[in-house]
């Protein structure tokens, strides 16, 4: 069944406590049995190649994985939760924004302590783009922390969102003693891995006066929760709780459960495509190479948007054009990956491929669809790549094309001149590539200088860009599928020929 899939993601600054919040999600789906096994198993991953050491040394994480768990509810409903991870680091934004297009919606976890940082703004700001519904998680509150009202209205003010308590911390800091629940009025207290209650409010528990005020307070000044609000991304219920203690944990994954939607209907060149039409289809929206340097493996993650999945299908990928039996798809799970007989909308599924799949591919049974909405953003940061060995060029362009279809970065290739400009949005991804080149490509090469800032996606009819070109030859690249790009030396460069060329369009994303 389609509505029994919850497809979303985490979003936090790093440090918030999303590892520790996911381990317990994991553990409360029975999914894993020891808390720790989420970075365990990190780590050796991490121990596997050389480009992950970097997120070894400056303790972030790099990729994004999925994790499927379920949880069967006290109706004896199960839910399927589809976790996709998103890499914490501001850097990585591009692939955050891919996995973004990939669910329903998102946790956003935010540090009681801290507050929300710029990166989770930005982050919310995606969010807000796509209209996705938030749930919000005010984590650590065992410690001592910022005033809940602070916290909330922080949240509303970011983005002009309503926001609305679900439970309210008895105490912070020191004097941590519970969470209640505002609409049982239960009072769950943090001691021992289970729950146990104080009692209802109704019952007598007794409320610290100061709790008893605050809420009051907090009840009259905030709207009520209202699901069609939340789902349509104005409002956003919020949840304080504790990811270490273990506490709030279940009353989060309880609100997944109840209130975040199944997955979403998807637009597409020939209109909305909905989870009930039977035919099979999904697009991929992210393409990971060498997770397994043994084999030079390549995964294509596809996220199922129609039809029943089963293995063995023949599906055709927008990219390619004639079909592909879809033999090995995998499902991964918090600790193993597992061949998937079947999949459902909403669920996330690996392909093993030879460079077939691309990110921003459609997959269909009939060939006859193309999703839109998976953009690629203007790099930020522009280099010109230059070979310590001249005779690697093959290689390096090997390379740049499967790093820049994996998102690693984007690749331009000038119409005038040998060298390769690399962009990326963050100065990470600039040591990531250096350091994939080599250990995957045996390629060494050093990154200058570029003559140019930022790059721009032309679009216009055949004549206007043939003008355009023969003006601006020095100017011009192609990317990694061909299409025209502007590299210009500044924004108001951009500026400068958008106005002379009202024919073009100067975009600052592309469709994949
Ligand atoms: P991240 O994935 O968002 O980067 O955060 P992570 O879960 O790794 O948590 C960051 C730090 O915050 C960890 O401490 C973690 O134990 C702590 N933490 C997470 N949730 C809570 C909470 O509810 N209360 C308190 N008090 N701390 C919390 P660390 O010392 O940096 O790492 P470790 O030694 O625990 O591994």
């Excluded at 070894?56 to 990729?63: A, C, K, L």
């Excluded at 005779?391 to 390096?396: I, M, R």
Aim: hydrophobic share 40%; charged share 25%.
């Amino acid at each position: 069944m389609t509505n029994s899939r919850r497809t979303f993601a985490i979003i936090s600054h790093p440090d918030a406590g999303k590892t520790t919040l996911t381990e317990k999600l994991l553990l409360q789906g029975g999914a894993i049995h020891l808390a720790g096994q989420v970075k365990a198993r990190g780590a050796a991953r991490r121990a596997r190649s050389d480009w992950m050491k970097i997120e070894q040394q400056r303790g972030i994480s790099v990729t994004s994985s999925v994790m499927t768990f379920e949880r069967t509810d006290a109706d004896g409903n199960t839910i399927t939760f589809n976790l996709l991870d998103t890499p914490g680091h501001e850097d990585f934004s591009e692939d955050t924004y891919r996995t973004l297009t990939a669910v329903d919606s998102a946790i956003m976890v935010i540090d009681a302590a801290k507050g929300i940082e710029p990166q989770t703004r930005k982050l919310f700001e995606v969010c807000r783009l796509r209209s996705l519904p938030i749930i919000t998680f005010i984590n650590k509150v065992d410690r001592e922390g910022r005033a809940c009202f602070d916290l909330m209205d922080e949240v509303a003010d970011m983005l002009a969102l309503d926001v609305c308590p679900m439970s309210w911390p008895v105490g912070m800091g020191g004097v941590f003693e519970g969470i209640l629940d505002i609409a049982s009025g239960r009072i769950s207290r943090p001691e021992g891995p289970k729950k146990e209650f104080l009692g209802t409010v109704d019952e007598g528990a007794a409320l610290p006066t100061e709790v008893a005020e605050e809420l009051e307070l907090a009840m009259a000044g905030y709207p009520e929760f209202d699901l069609d609000a939340y789902r349509s991304g104005d409002l956003t219920p919020v949840y304080f709780g504790s990811a270490l203690k273990n506490f709030g944990v279940t009353e989060l994954i309880e609100a997944i459960a109840a209130l975040a939607p199944p997955p979403r209907p998807q637009p597409s060149e020939q209109g909305t495509i909905e989870p009930e039409n039977k035919e099979v289809t999904g697009f991929i929206f992210k393409v990971q190479a060498n997770m397994d340097p043994m084999h030079r493996d390549r995964i294509a993650f596809m996220r199922l948007v129609s039809g029943t999945f089963k293995r063995g299908m023949k599906l055709t990928p927008s990219g390619l054009g004639k079909a592909i039996a879809v033999h090995s798809p995998i499902l991964f799970f918090a600790q193993d990956r597992e061949l998937a007989d079947s999949a459902e909308p909403g669920d996330i599924i690996g392909i093993p491929n030879h460079g077939t799949l691309r990110v921003g591919d459609t997959l269909s049974e009939r060939n006859d669809v193309r999703f839109t909405g998976l953009p690629n953003f203007a790099p930020e940061i522009l280099r010109r790549v230059q070979l310590k060995d001249p005779t690697k060029t093959k290689q390096l362009r090997k390379a740049l094309d499967d790093l820049s279809e994996e998102g690693v970065i984007q690749v331009f290739y000038p119409e005038l001149g040998s060298q390769w400009i690399v962009g990326v949005v963050g100065q990470l991804q600039l040591d990531v590539l250096i350091s994939r080149l080599e250990a995957e490509y045996k390629v060494e090469a050093v990154l200058e200088a570029s003559p140019f800032d930022t790059a721009r996606w032309l679009k216009g009819d055949d004549k206007a860009l043939r003008d355009f070109a023969e003006i601006n030859k020095m100017n011009l690249a192609k990317d990694r599928d061909g299409d025209p790009v502007f590299m210009a030396r500044s924004a108001w460069d951009v500026n400068y020929q958008q106005e002379r060329n009202p024919d073009l369009a100067f975009s600052a994303t592309k469709e994949r």
